[in-house]
T-cell receptor, first 116, second 113 residues
Framework: EAGVAQSPRYKIIEKRQSVAFWCNPI?????LYWYQQILGQGPKLLIQ????????DSQLPKDRFSAERLKGVDSTLKIQPAKLEDSAVYLC??????????????FGAGSRLTVL | GNSVTQMEGPVTLSEEAFLTINCTYT??????LFWYVQYPGEGLQLLLK?????DKGSNKGFEATYRKETTSFHLEKGSVQVSDSAVYFC????????????FGKGNQVVVIP
């Protein structure tokens, strides 16, 4: 099966500019996650969708970050305006079922953002 | 809240050496435990998992045992290869239905021929 697709793979912007990342999950996966991975750290969950509804966005900096999954399939994550500390890899993941603590997440290759 | 702690620093070792990466966790209840691996230029991939105490997860020669008494899930491999060079992340998922993963900081493993 096709994996989780993400684009762009790399993006360099200046601070205060905006950027958007796109993710297409595995077909049939109802749950979609966006993680932020800062260099030298483990991934941190930003937002979780179940179909097109938000399950958890408690760690999303809502003053500058937004995400949507309008038709319950692909998703976009936007940052506006970007700050230097937003430099990170943004990982998208998807899973089939929500209600099981043993579900496996499938990750995309990530979108690396550099803010200058 | 839930958290995962991995041993500090990168790990450098020779081919065919024994690998151990320590992982301990803090969680309420009984989480599921995972090891994910990230090869250069690729996304995170599940390496192995365990869902209850004393379970042993295994894959590609790697093993980890869910130790509830020591809240640990250490990763081991008896004889590493150059192709095992990657970053390894320990993670846990609670059972509240959200399937949310909490990750450790990761350990860079470099295997020298």
């Amino acid at each position: 099966e096709a994996g989780v697709a993400q684009s762009p793979r790399y993006k360099i912007i200046e601070k205060r500019q905006s950027v958007a990342f796109w993710c297409n999950p595995i077909s049939g996966h109802a749950t979609l996650y966006w993680y932020q991975q800062i260099l030298g750290q483990g991934p941190k969950l930003l937002i979780q969708f179940q179909n097109n509804g938000v399950v958890d966005d408690s760690q999303l900096p809502k003053d500058r970050f937004s995400a949507e999954r309008l038709k319950g399939v692909d998703s976009t994550l936007k940052i506006q305006p970007a700050k230097l500390e937003d430099s990170a890899v943004y990982l998208c993941a998807s899973s089939f079922l929500r209600n099981s603590g043993a579900n496996v997440l499938t990750f995309g290759a990530g979108s690396r953002l550099t803010v200058l | 809240g839930n958290s995962v702690t991995q041993m500090e620093g990168p790990v450098t070792l020779s081919e065919e050496a024994f690998l151990t990466i320590n992982c301990t966790y803090t969680a309420t209840g009984y989480p599921s435990l995972f090891w994910y691996v990230q090869y250069p230029g690729e996304g995170l991939q599940l390496l192995l998992k365990a869902t209850k105490a004393d379970d042993k997860g295994s894959n590609k020669g790697f093993e980890a045992t869910y130790r509830k008494e020591t809240t640990s899930f250490h990763l081991e491999k008896g004889s590493v290869q150059v192709s095992d060079s990657a970053v390894y992340f320990c993670a846990l998922s609670d059972r509240d239905g959200n399937n949310r993963l909490a990750f450790g900081k990761g350990n860079q493993v470099v295997v020298i021929p």
